[in-house]
């Protein structure tokens, strides 16, 4: 699934504004990939999945130069997604499976225990602007 930038970026601002200001601590150029995660269930790089999984060892081998330095910044973020997305492969595997916060929605209601705010049905949902 091709989802550009700007596209996901407002569908997070839409569905999880609560988690954006979580982002300002995290380099920029992984905010996508941790977007795309929550939000539809696609896989991001090594070292995002490491983090999602809680794998140490991933993490501190696949971190570049910038993000080992931010490491207490992803533990932060990572405290306060959705529980059922982080802390296992068999969470990283089932969210990826049930293609995200956005897979799991059904007229407002979260299955598996994800209650994010305001979440919207997604026949409901309208990206086209």
Known sequence: ????????????R???PHLEMELVE?????????IRYLLWGIPPG????????????????????TNINHLRDYANLMSIIPGGC??????YDNWVKL?????????GVINGGVEPHKLDCLN???YGT
């Open 14 to 16: 839409k569905h999880l």
């Open 99 to 107: 293609n995200g916060l956005l897979g799991r929605c059904s007229c």
């Open 46 to 65: 090594g070292f995002l999945r490491s983090v999602i999984c809680n794998d140490f060892m991933g993490i501190v081998g696949r971190a570049d130069g």
């Open 124 to 126: 409901e949902v309208d």
């Open 1 to 12: 699934m091709n989802i550009p930038d700007s596209f996901a970026l407002h569908a997070f």
């Open 86 to 91: 982080v802390g296992s492969v068999e969470k």
């Open 26 to 34: 995290i380099p920029t150029y992984m905010h996508a990939g941790i």
